[in-house]
């Protein structure tokens, strides 16, 4: 009789335990579930270099301007079938370039010193509005990878090409810079009318490791021309924080 009620006792409390533990998968399942497809917001920062396409009387071929980007994006589920997201936030990126040439010449004395130094100046000042559909492929509980394309619109407040010509205060005194400067005014105009408002589209990824701090990289070709006759594409490596 003694065995039959310790057999029982046994048989009871392992169903108790057995069922403790379903219950415990079954939320952590939901926990899995609910996390997976909750929203979620990323701050970034980054390096991204614009690259530039002419085909003018002015030049041709293609150009490099380094830059850095900070932005922030916020991403909703769009079902609970499966990982698909829409991210939408907004990005501000900053780009320059100063390319120069130095002129020298024979002072009075035969000793020959630099009398100016002629080049170009960009700067280019772009806020945007990106859109993304993004699929959250969850390899671990740790670890996330986020491929997406998407669209931006875009606005440049600042987007000039200058050129210019800065003579040393040794080459004014000459009766050569008062006669006879190496460039006139019209040098000192805009080589380009650049355009203010543009459309792009993008293709990217983004890695969310450790639940928290995320690694990315994307490259946006630009749908209109950022200025008479030049195209343009970008690049960016972007580092966050999400949660």
Request: proline residues 3%.
């Amino acid at each position: 009789m003694k065995k039959f009620l310790i057999l029982c006792s046994l048989v009871i409390w392992n169903l108790g335990a057995n069922a403790q533990e379903t219950d415990a998968e079954q939320t952590n399942v939901t926990n899995v579930v609910q996390n997976q497809y909750k929203p979620y917001s990323r701050l970034y920062v980054g390096y991204s270099p614009v690259f530039f396409s002419q085909n003018s009387y002015h030049s041709a071929g293609t150009e490099t301007e380094h830059g850095g980007i900070v932005g922030w994006t916020y991403g909703i589920s769009l079902t609970k079938k499966c990982p698909l997201y829409l991210e939408f936030g907004f990005a501000m990126s900053l780009n320059w370039e100063r390319e120069s040439d130095e002129f020298w010449f024979d002072n009075d004395k035969g000793k020959n010193v630099k009398a100016a130094e002629i080049g170009s100046k960009y700067t280019l000042l772009r806020l945007a509005i990106p859109f993304n559909l993004t699929y959250r492929f969850s390899v671990s509980n740790n670890f996330v990878i986020a491929p997406y394309v998407g669209f931006t619109c875009c606005f440049n407040p600042i987007n000039d090409y200058k050129s210019f010509v800065e003579y040393t205060d040794e080459y004014k005194k000459t009766d050569e810079y008062k006669t006879s400067p190496i460039f006139g005014p019209e040098y000192e105009d805009k080589v380009y009318f650049h355009h203010e408002i543009q459309a792009s589209c993008q293709v990217g990824f983004n890695m969310t490791i450790a639940k928290h701090f995320s690694l990315g990289a994307e490259y946006g070709l630009d749908l209109t021309n950022i200025a008479d006759d030049t195209k343009s594409s970008r690049a960016a490596v972007k580092f966050g924080y999400e949660w």
